[in-house]
């Protein structure tokens, strides 16, 4: 588990509280993905579990803190997703919070660690919600999530809810740079295009993602220029379409803000002349309608189970040649 530069100011604020008596004993951690929530709430855990802990540290040295570094401590607890499975059921609740009420193992604190706590199913949620009314003595838990709205409204009222924000632009820029050697331009497209997320921006700038999106902007010129959109099938008909989709939503966004003479703060830095070719080709208005109608289709291919996504695909591309014809009324939305 990695330990992020950015995660040392959080950490240590949420500390201070352990070490002033003021700890909530249920943290529920969100941010972006990548962001480092994960290691943050394990940090939190190992200074909370170690028998010697020294200032913002733990000793590393105490059986406590061996046993989690091994993880087999027997008084740290973790939920997270079954594999093939898209929820957190009761069950594995139960099972956990049934231990809580016995004594510690090592005689210390207790910690529960749920990861992807948004995706507990109802009966979960309502099971957990019990014990943090009435938490057993010594005993903490910690929740990650993306969406806390996606949470029950009583389950996060028992919650102290801890936002981990990015990091400045410029130190996350600093940041990318020893680690990658990428250009500056690409640098900046890539934190952008993870809406600030440092470590998200370091994986979509490795090869095999990056190839990626360099194959979508130059087919996606070659398109404009022929007019042909269903050519852009190819690069987006696959296993990761949902991304690959936000970059050219991301591409149309950037399009509608250069026609509104905004010059800075572009997602796609990098590809000015592709933004520009967007800009200049379309009305705003067509652009508008173009951004709803591939925002809803990402929605679909995220959230419809089952969906048939080379027809959407199809259907959304079909949308955007017939909108580039002249005199095609736009749709409701766009009026």
């Not at 091994?70 to 609740?93: M, N, Q, R, W």
Request: hydrophobic fraction near 40%; charge should be neutral.
């Amino acid at each position: 588990m990695k330990w992020y530069p950015w995660l040392r100011a959080p950490f240590e604020q949420l500390i201070n509280q352990y070490k002033s008596g003021r700890g909530h004993h249920a943290l529920l951690v969100y941010g972006l993905p990548d962001m480092g929530d994960d290691a943050l709430v394990y940090g939190i855990c190992r200074w909370l579990m170690c028998q010697h802990p020294q200032g913002y540290k733990s000793c590393g040295e105490c059986h406590s803190c061996q046993l989690m570094q091994a993880g087999t401590h027997p008084d740290s607890y973790f939920i997270e997703l079954e594999k093939g499975k898209s929820t957190l059921g009761v069950d594995a609740i139960r099972e956990i919070t049934e231990k809580l009420y016995s004594h510690s193992q090592q005689g210390g604190s207790k910690v529960v660690r749920i990861a992807q706590a948004d995706k507990l199913t109802e009966a979960a949620a309502n099971a957990l919600l019990k014990t943090l009314e009435e938490p057993p003595a010594n005993t903490w838990f910690f929740l990650n999530c993306r969406e806390p709205a996606h949470l029950p409204a009583t389950l996060r009222s028992r919650c102290l809810t801890w936002h981990l924000a990015i990091p400045d632009e410029s130190f996350s820029r600093a940041w990318l740079a020893r680690e990658s050697k990428r250009s500056p331009e690409e640098l900046t497209a890539a934190l952008r295009l993870s809406s600030g997320s440092p470590a998200a921006a370091l994986k979509l700038l490795e090869p095999v993602w990056w190839t990626q999106r360099e194959k979508l902007c130059s087919s996606l010129e070659k398109a404009c220029d022929s007019g042909d959109m269903l050519s852009l099938l190819t690069e987006l008909n696959h296993d990761d379409a949902p991304r690959t989709v936000q970059w050219l939503c991301f591409l149309l966004m950037d399009a509608a803000k250069y026609q509104q003479g905004v010059r800075e703060g572009l997602s796609h830095s990098d590809k000015l002349p592709l933004v520009i070719k967007l800009a200049r080709q379309v009305s705003p208005a067509i652009l508008h309608s173009l951004l709803y109608t591939w925002f809803h289709c990402r929605d679909t291919l995220l959230n419809v189970v089952g969906v048939n996504r080379e027809l959407i695909l199809t259907e959304t591309l079909l949308t955007w040649e017939r909108l580039m014809q002249p005199g095609t009324p736009l749709p409701s939305h766009s009026i």
